[in-house]
């Protein structure tokens, strides 16, 4: 069995949530994204793309230095949206989800889990 | 460019975390009764300051507790050494518990009085997002009521480590904790992201932010604003305890309590 490209998979997840997706980006932690999808075609993902890898880090510095473990994932809830971000594999990379707030939360979240290995096995490494 | 004032119309604080979040170099000159000090700042961090023949950090310390006097802020001029090497938030944090534990008045003004408009000018900010050099004694004053509604959100959820509600300066003003966690470190730390995230979002033209979670193999870290961005209400809780879906719940429901607690 082959492996499902990343194009494939992140193709997969977008139809999965529906009118509810607003982007999708496989990001490198030094910020640069190497695969994304977005509802809207003229969405330009690269500025998300470096802010949230700056978030990652941080997230995992603190969380370091406050001895409450190793970062898995985070969830920012905006009055527009949800912004799921999670690390891949060795956390060389992360994975970022951007939804509407009308999403269901549980879904996303499950999603993420359901595909996180996929799409680190998808990644060249 | 050169800034003058007097510390009655801006306390020293207040002027510091503005140098500290505006990310300014340059230096801080204060007089006060033939006594003279100086701060220097790099990119936002303290990284000197003198009073007399002394430097050092003990010497900030000192500085701080000034409640008088007048101030030049001179931008570009930077320090010909360093001899402060602590994160601007971290030398406030414990400037301010120094304070507390000598029982030093705090540096603190009139906020009912004008913020002189060049120093807001200088740090591009509008003067209502200037911090209250009021809030200290409001928010001790508060504190009693949170700290009950705190308690009361310990005895609802299993598996929690800290609840605490927190100021975007860092400093918590009431908390609880359950075994050997560091709330005040824990807050400053926790704060520091919760900036980035609000900075993010606002870049990003994402919306206004609501909440933060963060799951980690051990544990859940949850921040929420109170109402407005001044405050959030911080948890953290054992993963292995704790239903994500609950603690979402409760830390909207307790938000609410909190944010009605706090004067308008």
């Known amino acids: 069995m082959t492996t499902p490209s990343l194009e494939d998979i992140l193709q997969d997840i977008q139809n999965q949530l529906g009118s509810d997706f607003i982007a999708t980006d496989v990001v490198g932690m030094d910020g640069l994204s190497i695969a994304g999808r977005a509802a809207n075609p003229n969405l330009d993902s690269t500025a998300a793309a470096a802010r949230f890898a700056m978030v990652m880090k941080l997230a995992s510095n603190v969380t370091e230095k406050i001895g409450m473990g190793d970062v898995e994932d985070s969830l920012v809830t905006t009055t527009d949206a949800y912004i799921l971000t999670r690390f891949l594999g060795d956390g060389s990379y992360y994975w970022g989800i951007t939804v509407t707030i009308n999403a269901t939360l549980g879904l996303v979240r499950m999603l993420m889990s359901e595909y996180a290995n996929q799409i680190w096995e998808a990644l060249p490494h | 460019m050169a800034v003058q004032g007097d510390l009655s ?3 020293l604080i207040n002027l510091i975390q503005l140098n500290c979040q505006s990310e300014t170099t340059g230096r801080l000159t204060l007089t006060d009764q033939g006594r003279q000090a100086q701060v220097f700042f790099e990119s936002g961090e303290i990284v000197h300051a003198t009073l007399g023949q002394r ?8 500085i701080l507790e000034w409640c008088s006097g007048e101030f030049v802020l001179e931008a570009g001029i930077p320090a010909s050494t360093r001899t402060i090497h602590t994160s601007c938030s971290d030398l406030l944090l414990h400037g301010l518990h120094r304070l507390d534990e000598k029982g030093a008045p705090q540096p603190t003004t009139n906020s009912q009085q004008p913020l002189p408009e060049d120093v807001g000018k200088l740090f591009g900010l509008e003067k209502s997002t200037l911090p209250h050099s009021g809030d200290t004694r409001m928010e001790a004053t508060m504190a009693q009521n ?7 959100l310990g005895k609802e959820v299993a598996g929690l480590l800290t609840a605490a509600v927190v100021g975007m300066d860092g400093l918590p003003i009431a908390d609880i904790s359950r075994g050997a966690v560091d709330v ?3 807050s400053a730390q926790m704060t520091l992201l919760i900036k980035l995230v609000e900075t993010t979002t606002e870049k990003l033209g994402s919306g206004t932010v609501q909440d933060y979670l963060l799951t980690t193999d051990k544990a859940y870290l949850l921040l929420r604003f109170l109402g407005n961005t001044q405050y959030y209400l911080g948890i953290s809780a ?9 603690i979402r719940l409760y830390s909207r429901v307790y938000a609410q309590k909190l944010a009605a607690a706090m004067p308008q």
């Open chain 2, 9 to 11: 119309e801006i306390s």
């Open chain 2, 146 to 152: 949170m700290q009950e509604i705190l308690t009361e």
């Open chain 2, 238 to 246: 054992d993963r292995s305890q704790v239903n994500l879906g609950k």
């Open chain 2, 184 to 186: 005040e470190q824990v």
């Open chain 2, 55 to 62: 430097s050092g950090q003990e010497v900030f310390y000192e």
